[in-house]
């Protein structure tokens, strides 16, 4: 009896362990199973309006902009800035030689002095005859001809006066001045070399804002409005994107290049961006308001099929075929397919098979 009553309570032993073992190893399994759920994050599907965007390139410069050309012919003596320094509107940055337009300023004053006393000779003549001509003493003749020698004397004495002026806005123009206040983009010249009014010599511009002309289609143009809102990017200084907005749109196309000239103005209160750079430009065209819309990046392209993963309330992924319409940067229309609300992948959607089952993102996993 005791050997049999051992014998009992070593067997029930193995099946309490045997239990405990099957119990252990299936939560293990299970465990193990969870943990080698993908883990995805999802979006969900929105109603929004959503427009299609496209891109155009140009050269930003200032929105102040100007190309500065002497006013007088003359050699290069102080160039006063250099390259990028700030300028203020009627500071001089070039000044040039004056030797000849200082000759030239004392001719014309030696002139105007000229014509001073001989106006005053003839004023004074030109009285007296006046008063002899009352008493009788000379004749009309004689008074007409001193009244034309103050006339002339007169016009004499103001084209002197005007060639002295002349000869100081000359003097004058020996200093290239900056038109407006901004940064000194461009010197295009060194001392003493000789400068002409037909060569341009520095550019300054206001770059507080900037500029960038662009050339749109015709399928684009009648979707760009004045103040429309766009994104600009300069890729040479980094990803970040600017906002801009469009200033002007032509009406009438290039006759040339069959496009429309459009400008567009961004704020540079940083300075970070400079003229000269290349800018790509998104504009928004058509658009549609109130549509479903999902984020870019949760499609699939399959061959010809857009395909998304949805997640249903058990974690469980399905593959759906869509029909898309409008598309932009970050979003795209969901003409069929998906419904209001409905949860889509938007990370770790590579590597999903329909029916899988994951562990979402700031969820929990059934």
């Given at each position: ?41 999802t ?48 500071q ?10 200082d ?46 020698g ?9 084209q ?6 002349g ?51 015709e ?19 980094s ?13 009438v ?93 938007v ?20």
């Amino acid at each position: 009896m005791r050997r049999r009553k051992s014998s009992v309570l070593l067997l029930g032993a193995v099946l309490i362990m045997a239990i405990l073992c099957l119990g252990g190893c299936g939560k293990e399994e299970a465990e193990k199973e969870a943990d080698n759920r993908l883990t995805v994050e999802t979006a969900a599907v929105t109603k929004e309006s959503i427009r299609k965007e496209v891109t155009y390139s140009g050269t930003l410069k200032g929105a102040d902009e100007v190309i500065v050309y002497p006013k007088v012919a003359a050699r290069v003596v102080t160039i006063h800035l250099q390259e990028g320094d700030r300028v203020e509107k009627g500071q001089v940055i070039i000044s040039l030689d004056t030797s000849d337009y200082d000759t030239q300023l004392t001719v014309a004053e030696a002139t105007l002095a000229q014509a001073e006393s001989a106006y005053e000779n003839a004023r004074i003549n030109a009285e007296r005859i006046r008063m002899l001509h009352r008493e009788g003493a000379v004749s009309d003749q004689q008074l007409e001809q001193a009244e034309l020698g103050l006339v002339q004397a007169s016009s004499a004495l103001e084209q002197a006066r005007a060639g002295v002026q002349g000869a100081r806005n000359l003097l004058s123009n020996c200093q290239i001045t900056s038109p407006i206040e901004g940064v000194v983009g461009l010197i295009q010249v060194n001392e003493g070399d000789m400068v002409s009014p037909q060569v341009p010599v520095t550019v300054v511009s206001s770059t507080g804002k900037l500029a960038v002309k662009l050339n749109v289609t015709e399928g684009d143009i009648s979707f760009i409005k004045v103040n429309d809102p766009v994104k600009v990017r300069v890729s040479s200084i980094s990803d970040q994107e600017f906002t801009g907005r469009v200033t002007s749109v032509a009406a009438v196309a290039h006759p040339q290049f069959k496009t429309f000239p459009v400008e567009v103005t961004l704020d540079n209160p940083d300075n970070l961006l400079k003229s000269g750079m290349i800018a790509e430009v998104r504009i928004g065209t058509e658009g549609k308001d109130g549509v479903l819309t999902i984020p870019r990046n949760a499609v699939v392209q399959k061959g010809a099929r857009h395909v998304v993963f949805t997640v249903d309330e058990e974690s469980i992924v399905h593959e759906t075929t869509i029909e898309v319409g409008i598309q932009n940067r970050e979003r795209v229309e969901v003409v069929k397919g998906l419904k209001l609300g409905d949860q889509v992948v938007v990370k770790g959607q590579t590597l999903l098979h329909d029916a899988d089952k994951v562990r979402v993102a700031g969820g929990t996993v059934e």
